[in-house]
């Protein structure tokens, strides 16, 4: 399982060892929060391990589980947490171990529409989380509607 700290420190690599003023930039927080992430006075929330996990290149659900494992207050809480960590995590957790230096962000493209004339009315950001979740229990993944 892998940590707030590890995962901000994954980020720092992936973008040239940049200081923490400046992972708090591409993060879009404070340097007061990156702080406390770090002290672990707070830990990621679920928009944020979802940033993270984009800036990373890797799958989102990984992150979110460890975020969660991380924060839970209860046990058995965990330990659930903990064995989907496990379950997701094999190629998710090398990558973040191996991330590159080198690494170059893909150019974004807009994603195309199912309808002409679709309004898309879920924020980008609430889709992304509920993608996340969705593609932790791909038992539902029947019942999605976006």
Same mark, same amino acid.
């Given at each position: 399982?892998?940590?707030?700290? !590890?995962? $901000?420190?994954?980020?720092? &690599?992936?973008?040239?060892?940049? @200081?923490?003023?400046?992972? /708090? %930039?591409?993060?879009?927080?404070?340097?007061?929060?990156?702080?406390?992430?770090?002290?672990?006075?707070?830990?990621?929330?679920?928009?944020?391990?979802?940033?993270?996990? !984009?800036? $990373?290149?890797?799958?989102? &659900?990984?992150?979110?589980?460890? @975020?969660?494992?991380?924060? /839970? %207050?209860?046990?058995?809480?965990?330990?659930?947490?903990?064995?989907?960590?496990?379950?997701?995590?094999?190629?998710?957790?090398?990558?973040?171990?191996?991330?590159?230096?080198?690494?170059?962000?893909?150019?974004?493209?807009?994603?195309?529409?199912?309808?002409?004339?679709?309004?898309?009315?879920?924020?980008?950001?609430?889709?992304?989380?509920?993608?996340?979740?969705?593609?932790?229990?791909?038992?539902?993944?029947?019942?999605?509607?976006?």
């Amino acid at each position: 399982m892998k940590t707030t700290v !590890e995962f $901000l420190d994954a980020v720092k &690599a992936k973008n040239g060892g940049i @200081s923490d003023y400046a992972l /708090a %930039k591409v993060l879009g927080v404070t340097q007061q929060t990156v702080s406390r992430y770090r002290t672990k006075k707070d830990y990621l929330g679920d928009a944020m391990a979802i940033r993270v996990a !984009e800036l $990373l290149e890797i799958d989102s &659900a990984f992150v979110l589980a460890c @975020s969660h494992a991380e924060r /839970a %207050k209860g046990e058995a809480e965990k330990a659930a947490w903990v064995a989907m960590v496990e379950k997701l995590g094999g190629l998710a957790a090398s990558v973040v171990l191996g991330v590159s230096l080198f690494a170059a962000p893909a150019p974004a493209q807009a994603a195309p529409s199912a309808q002409a004339g679709t309004i898309c009315i879920m924020s980008i950001r609430r889709k992304r989380i509920v993608e996340a979740m969705l593609s932790s229990f791909p038992a539902l993944l029947p019942f999605r509607s976006i």
